[in-house]
């Protein structure tokens, strides 16, 4: 088992929870952000072996965890004044974990294989509790030695280590899945809303669903918690639904794919972003539906 000096840059969410489960587990590490007001609740929420920027970090951590939150922000961290690439050491592992586009991964990649770093793509599914409790998924791309390398530190948070293809894929394929979901959770919505208003009892259909369609799998459970309630609590907003969706469509540009259902579904989401009871969540499309269908499911929603 390889040792590292570990570093993580991006002290957001996520990146604060790596933290805290590579403490819980004995991992001693290193943390830093570019954005000071991070940097000082890190300190003042009793992080350890704090460093004062990406450059300086870079100078003593031959595996750091990139954890971004944006385009803008992980270019800065790699690549401005104070970024990594003017103190890296060759043979230095990168693990980017950030949330960004499929383009600005390999871009960054490119940028710091000249200094002799090794770039690993490791796309985050999951919740800061799944970081927390260490059930996360990555999607991987990159060297496969590599990887093996770093197996025992990236198997502190998380259970699954999916690989998917190529650097680059790992944001594309989680948008995928995002928009698959919703696209999924909408048309079950749409088939709930017409059991209703033809007098069936729509609880009855979903849990007939899997038997009346044999080969569609189990329906997703957020119909039954969320949409059946009348809650449409979901975990992620609609503007990173909207910002998946663009990702997945980009990309059936790109590769001259047609699109049939996203584009209809993309405008769906972007009307129900403004509609009269809407929250600000992923699910709000499906409560759109069902409000322009004179149908409620569970409580009536509060005006």
């Known amino acids: 088992m390889a040792d590292f000096s570990i570093g993580i840059v991006g002290l957001d969410t996520l990146g604060s929870a790596l933290i805290r489960r590579l403490d819980a587990q004995g991992i001693g590490n290193t943390g830093t952000d570019i954005n000071s007001r991070l940097l000082q609740a890190h300190l003042a929420g009793g992080g350890s072996s704090p460093a004062g920027s990406p450059y300086d970090l870079a100078q003593v951590c031959n595996l750091i965890l990139l954890v ?36 600005t991964g390999p871009a960054l990649a490119r940028a710091l294989y000249a200094k002799g770093a090794i770039w690993i793509e490791a796309t985050p599914v999951g919740s800061v509790a799944d970081v927390r409790s260490g059930k996360l998924t990555l999607l991987t791309a990159g060297p496969a030695d590599a990887l093996e390398r770093i197996a025992h530190v990236l198997n502190a948070f998380a259970a699954k280590t999916l690989r998917i293809g190529e650097v680059g894929t790992g944001p594309l394929a989680k948008a995928l899945a995002a928009a698959y979901g919703a696209v999924s959770i909408a048309m079950h919505t749409e088939m709930l809303i017409i059991a209703k208003k033809t007098g069936l009892d729509p609880a009855g259909i979903l849990d007939a669903l899997p038997l009346l369609s044999p080969g569609i799998g189990t329906t997703p459970a957020a119909l039954q918690a969320q949409v059946l309630n009348g809650r449409y609590e979901a975990d992620i907003s609609d503007k990173r639904l909207q910002d998946d969706i663009g990702r997945v469509l980009d990309a059936a540009r790109t590769a001259a794919t047609p699109a049939i259902f996203l584009p209809l579904f993309a405008s769906a989401v972007l009307s129900a972003a403004h509609a009269p009871h809407a929250t600000g969540g ?22």
Request: glycine residues 8%.
């Open 68 to 103: 971004e939150t944006s385009d803008e922000t992980a270019r800065e961290a790699v690549l401005g004044p104070i970024g990594i690439v003017h103190a890296l050491r060759p043979g230095t592992i990168i693990v980017d974990m950030s949330d960004t586009s499929p383009q």
């Open 282 to 303: 992923a699910l709000d499309v499906a409560r759109w539906m069902a409000d322009n269908a004179g149908v409620t499911f569970g409580a009536k929603p509060t005006s």
